[in-house]
């Protein structure tokens, strides 16, 4: 019975149902799955933390988010490494761009609004004990 334990437990939960909903909106399939490097060489050259929903998905059930915080940070290396990487004027690159800039702001509001902030509160209380 440790109270510590059973609220990581539902940030998991909430953190998987948040990583559903964001690699579920086909908006944002580039984010889904790691930039394939055999497709894309170059790319761990320019980008030096490559991040995303899968790994993030990962991360959940490993236990590395002790709080939304956490996990908002993941989604902002996911939005920044898609501006550094992809800066032309292409509407290409600036499709990507404005996606990237899109899943920032839905994964931050989903959060405000779903989640009660005393509870993220506690889960950070709890994070930084660790
Ligand atoms: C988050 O995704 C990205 O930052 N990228 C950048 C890569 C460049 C371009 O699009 C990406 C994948 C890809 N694969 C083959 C050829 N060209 C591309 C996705």
Redesign the pocket.
Known sequence: YDTEEHTLRELRIFLRDMCKKLANNRLFF??TKP??TE??PD?TTIIKKPMDLETMMMKVDFHKYECARDFLNDIELICQ??LE??PARTSADKQ?RHRACSLRDYAYTLIKTEMDSDFEDKCQEIAKKR
Request: avoid cysteine; aromatic fraction near 24%; charge should be negative.
């Open positions: 580039m984010f930039v394939d497709e894309v790319y490494n898609a990487y992809n990507i």
